[in-house]
């Protein structure tokens, strides 16, 4: 059972940039425990659809936006599929003892696996391989070489034994399994995604831009709307990421099946990688997988974990994330914490080299070189935040995409931008209407908003940016500095 002694946190403004993502499950359904991990500092909720049914996740997705919209925060909700995870079948026992040395037989028909054989899940892999492959079980636990397949059986060896249970996954070292990214199952939780408003939804196992774009037809085709986060796991991932960058709005890091392909000492520089070039791109990332697994059964993480934490922040992540330790351990509040903590700080050490960053920089938008211009000038002027007025976000987008050093404010009305908003680094939501058109009025709401957050005070330099004419998505076009108080008496 999850803990529950944990304080609630006040809810005010925490200079946090780094955003934390944590997973429900059965210790995180308690709308007390939820509550604790709102005010801890959770942005977004991940629904495993690996895991429980469609109304449990219904339910608590409900429970969330509930207690979220009276403690005033925007959460956001990400939609996590289950793809095409190869799986053994079940064994006569629940398990059994693979021993060094010894044949081991994965039979494309087999109800009832021993200690010499067990089914697939997945018949099709007896296509994929051939003599000479390893095959690893059980996130790289159990390892397997190929010496033989036949139209039904893959005849091997076992090169690392061990206990195997039921239904564990089955990867190829060095990637080529033909799974189709999305599987029937996918595709009704897709729908059922849709059915909750989920802000976001990540794909398992895309192998290329194709697979990404078939989930975002699929979600629009259903009525929905959310961003899609394609999760690199694969090896075809790494060598089509160009066109799995184009073809999505964010990527995570998802260390766990990745680490298997391509081999643990791979994943440290890969992730550098992929978060750099999905910066680069003006493209969210995710960092996850056993990013504080100890903390499944202990109060504190180890230091090991500490420094994982802390070098995803220090690699520009936009979101660390919590798996099993929100979802089934026993301190989901406790953990949130300790991440908090070490997200704030890894960010007092993280480099500024903002005029460096626009050095060959071209923009073809408006809004983007006035989200770029805002950014150059606060850290120069050294101005104490960045006010966006934005409906659809993008403007903060672009502006968190670059460190300045400088917290960034998104001021809207939308209550989905504010959710979706809640995943970018560096970015806090402030909901402001948009009850007018006269753009003095609007800057004067504005710096009333800020001061009401208790983020300025009056006579703090800030800066502005905003669009005319005034609610049009993507118009921003204007940038102005303001000494907070000197708009103000318009609302009088």
């Not at 799995?244 to 550098?272: F, H, T, W, Y």
Request: neutral net charge; contains cysteine; glycine residues 8%.
């Amino acid at each position: 059972m999850a803990n529950s002694g944990s304080k609630l946190v006040p809810n005010v403004y925490v200079p946090r940039q780094t955003k934390i993502v944590a997973t429900l499950g059965p210790a995180s359904t308690d709308p007390a425990v939820l509550e604790r991990m709102i005010a801890a500092g959770m942005n977004v909720v991940r629904v495993n659809f690996s895991h429980g049914t469609a109304q449990e996740h219904i339910d608590r997705v409900k429970t969330v936006r509930e207690i979220a919209a009276r403690l005033k925060r925007d959460i956001a909700v990400m939609a996590d599929l289950q793809g095409p995870k190869i799986r053994i079948g079940v064994f006569a026992n629940g398990s059994a003892t693979l021993v060094n040395g010894q044949p081991f037989v994965l039979e494309a028909k087999c109800d009832s696996g021993n200690d010499e054989r067990v089914g697939l899940d997945y018949p099709e892999l007896v296509n994929d391989v051939k003599a000479g492959d390893t095959l690893l079980l059980d996130d790289g636990k159990i390892v397997l070489k190929v010496k033989k397949v036949t139209p039904t059986q893959i005849l091997c060896e076992t090169e690392v034994g061990g206990v195997l249970k039921n239904r564990k996954g089955i990867n190829k070292l060095g990637g080529g399994l033909s799974a189709p990214a999305l599987t029937s199952k996918d595709m009704e939780d897709i729908r059922t995604a849709v059915s909750f408003e989920a802000d976001y939804i990540a794909v398992s196992f895309p192998k290329s831009g194709a697979d990404m774009y078939m989930a975002r037809e699929l979600t629009r085709a259903a009525g929905g709307h959310a961003m899609m986060i394609a999760k690199i796991e694969r090896c075809e991932a790494l060598e089509n990421l160009d066109d799995l960058i184009r073809s999505c709005d964010g990527l995570m890091v998802a260390r766990g099946d990745l680490a298997v392909e391509i081999g643990d000492a791979a994943v440290p520089a890969a992730q550098k990688r992929l978060i750099r070039a999905a910066r680069e791109a003006n493209k969210l990332t995710i960092t996850a997988t056993q990013m504080m697994e100890s903390m499944i059964e202990s109060p504190v993480p180890t230091r090991a974990e500490v420094s994982d934490v802390a070098n995803a922040v220090l690699d520009g992540t936009d979101a660390v994330m919590l798996s099993a330790e929100t979802a089934a351990g026993k301190f989901p509040v406790e953990t949130i914490v300790a991440m908090a903590r070490v997200c704030v700080e890894a960010e007092k050490s993280a480099t500024i080299s903002l005029d460096a960053d626009f050095l060959n920089r071209k923009f073809k938008r408006v809004d983007q070189s006035i989200a770029m211009a805002a950014l150059f000038t606060a850290h120069h002027l050294e101005v104490k935040a960045i006010a966006a007025l934005t409906q659809s976000g993008s403007t903060a987008l672009w502006m968190s995409r670059l460190n300045s050093g400088v917290p960034i404010f998104a001021l809207t009305p939308e209550e989905k931008t504010r959710r979706r908003l809640s995943m970018y680094r560096d970015v806090r939501t402030v909901m402001m209407q948009y009850e007018t058109e006269d753009r003095e009025v609007l800057l004067a709401k504005s710096e009333q908003a800020l001061l009401d957050a208790k983020v300025v005070e009056l006579g703090d330099l800030i800066v502005i940016t905003i669009g005319e004419p005034i609610g049009k998505s993507g118009g921003t076009n204007t940038m102005k500095i303001v000494r907070v108080g000197e708009h103000i008496g318009l609302l009088n």
